[in-house]
């Protein structure tokens, strides 16, 4: 079969893969969680609290065997209620190794939301789409989520932060192997 250059094996029996075509790998679909207060420093950062708060995937080593790339799609909602001054939020998405709680991360997508003249509360959607190199990571688990943080890391910036509304939200993160 001319043009194939891969197969894949372990969870779909043995198919062969023409370059550039992606396969499903993981998908997390998480409800709203609603407020999670002010954090001024980046959350979360434990697995028992990206499991509610954050859209989060672990991916391993088996799973991402044979490729060399993966694609992270995200959609999230954040309410944002105003702060002293402003309503205003950093987040970015996340990479790290080894499973369990975020360390040593690599920072993926980064930016801010939020509005310099709201005076009540304000709604966002934040969602993307990467391609991250993964072929010097090695034979480990790799973990992708989303943090966030009250602009700047000032309170005044932002006051509570609900990821999602509320259970009603439907929050996702998919990724998938490039070949």
């Known amino acids: 079969m001319s043009g194939l ?18 396969v499903f790998i993981e998908r997390v679909l998480r409800d709203g ?4 207060g002010t954090p001024t420093s ?11 708060d954050s ?5 391993t080593a088996s799973d991402h065997a044979g490729f060399t790339k ?11 209620n105003e702060g002293s001054s402003h309503t205003l939020m950093d987040f970015k998405m996340v990479r790290w190794t080894g499973g369990g709680d975020i360390a040593s ?14 005076t009540l509360e304000t709604y966002y959607s934040v969602s993307g789409s990467f391609v991250d190199d993964i072929s010097s990571l090695g034979s ?23 990821f999602g509304q509320d259970s009603s939200d439907k929050l996702q993160l998919s990724v998938y192997g490039i070949i």
């Open 5 to 22: 250059v891969g197969q894949v094996g372990a969870r779909s029996g043995t198919i062969p893969i023409a370059k550039g075509n992606l």
């Open 33 to 36: 969680a609603g407020s999670v």
């Open 42 to 52: 980046y959350y979360p950062v434990s697995v028992s609290d990206l499991g509610t």
């Open 55 to 59: 859209v989060y995937a672990a991916i």
């Open 70 to 80: 993966l694609k992270v799609d995200y959609t999230t909602n954040f309410r944002l």
């Open 105 to 118: 991360e690599t920072v993926l997508i980064e930016g801010s939301i939020g509005d310099v003249t709201s």
């Open 140 to 162: 480990v688990t790799i973990s992708y989520a989303m943090q966030y943080r009250a602009m700047g890391g000032s309170s005044a910036n932002c006051g509570a932060i609900f």
